[in-house]
């Protein structure tokens, strides 16, 4: 079957929802992705920009090819490489009917990637991303772009997984999609600095059931000494959901939560506590969304949000404090606008329509907001 995205046509297995998770024989095709593959393309449009020279870009999990048609319409010497021949053939066909240069091969990306070096990479698997982020780092020059959809080992729901992919502890909090992300984060810039570079996210988000962040890289050990200075722990009481957290590598857990003395506190780390973006890069992202995405608006929206976010290493949900503080939520500016009005830092979070970033005390918001029921 035929879809249109970005302005091309691509040919994708055709499944009876559209999708087609890699299931049975089919090559694999997921149309709820359109967001993640628009941001991709205002990325590279904006890295571009930024970085002239960036010019080679591996689709290193191709599928369809469907990534790397839209980056070759974009200019970029394209490589779609996939360990399914029918995928390859597939990729091969999709960049031809478009009338576009690249090539299609058929090889295990990690293979690729160790003989060969790109500019940009992009990581695209099933699951967790960390297989493949070894050679991604060293052959990489610009940038690394990388998707992980493991959500339940990333926030620490399933946390020995997330433990033994990661090589940190996560743990399940009521801002368990921010914890998936500063995981990942932190497992990127762990395994770029292996090779002497930073990793340093200039763009991340997490939408639906996945994360996505962009990698730029700089190799210099010394820049890669500094962004290890931004891992560090969260400390979250279970009782009253405060939350704290200290730079380093090594953990200092509190006896007891200094705001409500409970003694159930989780300790999570090491986490990437550093910014998740750079807003004015983000703000460019967003100026590159154009009027031929499906998904323009959602993403200038997300990416509003983002460039916005008040930089905290956690977020918190309106919902959920409501409900411990036994009271009804009220709408979100009017909520923000009582904590800035009391003098707080108060942005909304891409995370949910409820998340939000502050600096107040969990305490201090309560005295700061009202009672949506008056
Ligand atoms: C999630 S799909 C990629 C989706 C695609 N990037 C898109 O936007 O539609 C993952 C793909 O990775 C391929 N794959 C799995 N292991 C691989 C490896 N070691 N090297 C290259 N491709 C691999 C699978 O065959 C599958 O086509």
Same mark, same amino acid.
């Given at each position: 079957m035929d879809v249109r995205e970005g302005g091309l046509t691509v040919e994708v297995p055709g499944a009876r929802d559209g999708a087609s998770e890699g299931a049975g024989d089919d090559v694999f095709y997921n149309p709820t992705q359109e967001l993640n593959r628009d941001v991709t393309v205002a990325t590279l449009r904006a890295y571009r920009e930024r970085d002239d020279r960036a010019s080679s870009y591996l689709d &290193? $999990? &191709? &599928?369809?090819?469907i990534r790397g048609v839209r980056a070759a319409a974009e200019g970029f010497d394209v490589t779609c490489a996939d360990l399914d021949e029918d995928a390859v053939e597939l990729a091969r066909e999709n960049l031809a009917r478009n009338g576009l240069d690249g090539e299609a091969v058929h090889r295990n990306a990690n293979a690729l990637m160790h003989e060969s070096v790109f500019d940009v990479v992009d990581l695209d698997p099933f699951g967790t991303p960390v297989p493949f982020a070894d050679a991604a780092f060293a052959s990489t020059r610009d940038l690394v772009c990388v998707t992980a959809t493991d959500t339940a080992p990333l926030c620490g729901a399933h946390q020995n997984s997330g433990i033994r992919k990661y090589s940190t502890l996560p743990q399940n909090t009521d801002y368990h999609p921010e914890m998936g992300l500063r995981v990942l984060l932190s497992a990127m810039v762990r395994t770029a600095a292996r090779y002497d570079k930073a990793a340093v996210p200039v763009l991340s988000h997490v939408t639906r059931h996945y994360a996505r962040a962009y990698l730029e890289l700089d190799a210099r050990a010394t820049k890669a000494d500094e962004l290890l200075e931004e891992l560090g722990h969260v400390y979250h009481c279970e009782d009253c959901l405060e939350r704290d957290h200290e730079f380093g590598l090594i953990a200092h857990p509190p006896e007891a939560c200094p705001a409500c003395g409970s003694s159930r506190t989780l300790v999570a780390g *090491?986490?990437?506590?550093? *910014?998740?973006?750079e807003p004015a890069f983000v703000e460019s992202v967003r100026e590159h969304v154009? /009027? /031929? $995405?499906?998904e323009a608006k959602r993403a200038r929206s997300m990416l509003d949000t983002v460039a916005e976010e008040f930089d905290r290493p956690t977020h918190y949900d309106q919902h959920r404090l409501c409900k411990l503080w036994n009271r009804s939520a009220t709408g979100m500016d009017e909520f923000l606008g009582e904590l800035r009005a009391a003098g707080y830092e108060a942005t909304r979070a891409h995370y949910s329509g409820t998340a939000f970033k502050t600096d107040a005390s969990i305490a201090e918001m309560r005295e700061a907001t009202t009672d949506g029921d008056g």
């Open positions: &290193a $999990m &191709a &599928a369809s090819g *090491p986490l990437y506590l550093g *910014p998740i973006c154009t /009027e /031929e $995405m499906g």
